[in-house]
């Protein structure tokens, strides 16, 4: 059983910075890929990020609609994923979800391939 919280949510103007963090309550944690996914009021939630542990370094991936403004990292030591988001625009409005899937699945970016989930944590950027 994997146990994900996020924190780190909150409002941001346009063109500025957010940081979400996420911390999993697993024994193994590096052999979990985690990923980011976004819901927005109305949308079916879209996948962000995914970040799995390459044995040397992390492997990264993400969504081509937040690709050179997000980065996510994660610390295995720490149990920790994070999402950095700069230059944030008001369609990145949303609830952001850190989920965990099996890394022997290799990086998912469907959310079905995702068994464990955090709560969420809202971010809202102003225009």
Do not use: H
Not at 15 to 43: D, E, I
């Amino acid at each position: 059983q994997v146990q994900l919280v996020e924190s780190g949510g909150g409002l941001v103007q346009a063109g500025g910075s957010l940081r979400l963090s996420c911390v999993a309550s697993v024994r193994t944690f590096s052999s979990y890929t985690m990923g980011w996914f976004r819901q927005a009021p109305g949308k079916e939630r879209e996948f962000v990020a995914a970040v799995t542990w390459g044995w040397t370094a992390d492997r990264s991936y993400y969504a081509d609609s937040i690709k050179d403004r997000f980065t996510s990292s994660r610390d295995n030591a720490k149990n920790t994923v994070s999402l950095q988001m700069n230059n944030v625009k008001p369609e990145d409005t949303a609830v952001y979800y850190c989920a965990a899937a099996p890394a022997a699945l290799g990086v998912q970016r469907g959310s079905e391939a995702y068994a464990y989930w955090g709560q969420g944590t809202q971010v809202t950027v102003s225009s």
